[in-house]
Nanobody, 124 residues
Framework: QVQLVESGGGLVQAGGSLRLSCAAS????????MGWFRQVPGKERDFVAA????????RYVDSVKGRFTISRDNAKNTVYLQMNSLKPEDTAVYYC?????????????????WGQGTQVTVSS
């Protein structure tokens, strides 16, 4: 079993930055691919970014390419999402997820464990 706890959300003005963190429990973190998703009320949970077990590959949704960076520190059992040049349309609850395999995935159904989410609000 893996427990994920997100932190770092908050209120920021457009153009600002936030760094989300996701701390994972368990000794298998370094074997799992990780992802970030986001969701606004009344809509489906959408893919944002993903990273392989060793950080060797990453993938992003087109709308965040060049602005967001996913990274991980396996020694700290933590994955990060650095968000720069934030826009109001980035406002959502952001979720961290892990999957019991080394390869990344961009669909919510491909993940086995989820955090509770952290709110990100970008004001115009």
């Amino acid at each position: 079993q893996v427990q994920l706890v997100e932190s770092g959300g908050g209120l920021v003005q457009a153009g600002g930055s936030l760094r989300l963190s996701c701390a994972a429990s368990g000794r298998t973190f370094s074997s799992y691919a990780m992802g970030w998703f986001r969701q606004v009320p009344g809509k489906e949970r959408d893919f944002v970014a993903a990273i392989t077990y060793n950080g060797g590959r990453t993938r992003y949704v087109d709308s965040v390419k060049g602005r967001f960076t996913i990274s991980r520190d396996n020694a700290k059992n933590t994955v990060y999402l650095q968000m720069n040049s934030l826009k109001p349309e980035d406002t959502a609850v952001y979720y961290c997820a892990s999957r019991r395999t080394i390869t990344l995935n961009i669909t919510p159904g491909g993940y086995d464990y989820w955090g509770q989410g952290t709110q990100v609000t970008v004001s115009s």
